[in-house]
């Protein structure tokens, strides 16, 4: 089925660095979005992108998009043990209303 | 506080067991979905619905079937347990009145069929 790709698979950081994910996909991105999962846990909701839209913040969140690339960034500043976590990303097929794509998830580790 | 509630956290049930899983929303969200996520496989869509008894396949739907009688709830039924059905289920629901919102998950179902 499809797939994006996310980059890198696995990030292992130090508190207090930033941490930066990726997400490609091959079908062009309507509105992005990206999600949280603790481990055992269901996905939490962080922040979407508008396809019209090139950058959003979120408190220590830094989405950004370029729809010519079917690319997007997740950029999470001065990070805390607490961010722990696979972040997702996800994006609606063409012509459906319903459905997302995900993401391959990114696995962050912040080390204390 | 709003939330996708599914009824276990873990379940275990034996092969050629029927299992339920059931999932209810206090968001009057329009639509839900089933999706199981397996290590390296990541989160497949198995069913989804987008009004009361109404339903569409997703990517993975053998062996499943699913119910919605209620707007608030969605239930996922494995027919007959397999092995191969060990997996953590998550449900979530989606409105069309603010595609911003995004989905808003469960916390999962880990179901071990032995």
């Known amino acids: 089925s499809q797939q994006g790709e996310e980059d890198p698979q696995a990030l292992s950081i130090q508190e207090g660095e930033n941490a930066t994910m990726n997400c490609s996909y091959k079908t062009s991105i309507n509105n992005l979005q990206w999600y949280r999962q603790n481990s055992g846990r269901g996905l939490v909701h962080l922040i979407l992108?508008?396809?019209n839209e090139r950058e959003k913040h979120s408190g220590r969140l830094r989405v950004t998009l370029d729809t010519s690339k079917k690319s997007s960034s997740l950029l999470i500043t001065a990070s805390r043990a607490a961010d722990t976590a696979s972040y997702f990303c996800?994006?609606?097929?063409?012509?459906?209303?319903?459905?997302?794509?995900w993401g391959a998830g990114t696995k962050l580790i912040i080390k204390p | 506080d709003v939330k996708v509630t599914q009824s276990s956290r873990y379940l275990v049930k034996r092969t050629g067991e029927k299992v339920f899983l059931e999932c209810v929303q206090d968001m009057d969200h329009e639509n839900m979905f089933w999706y199981r996520q397996d290590p390296g496989l990541g989160l497949r869509l198995i069913y989804f619905s987008y009004d009361v008894k109404m339903k569409e396949k997703g990517d993975i739907p053998e062996g499943y079937s699913v119910s919605r009688e209620k707007k608030e709830r969605f239930s996922l039924i494995l027919e007959s347990a397999s092995t191969n059905q060990t997996s953590m289920y998550l449900c979530?629901?989606?409105?069309?009145?603010?595609?911003?919102?995004?989905?808003?998950f469960g916390s999962g179902t880990r179901l071990t069929v032995v």
């Open positions: 979530a629901s989606s409105t069309n009145r603010d595609r911003d919102y995004g989905y808003t």
């Open positions: 992108i508008r396809s």
């Open positions: 996800a994006t609606p097929p063409p012509g459906s209303n319903y459905q997302l794509i």
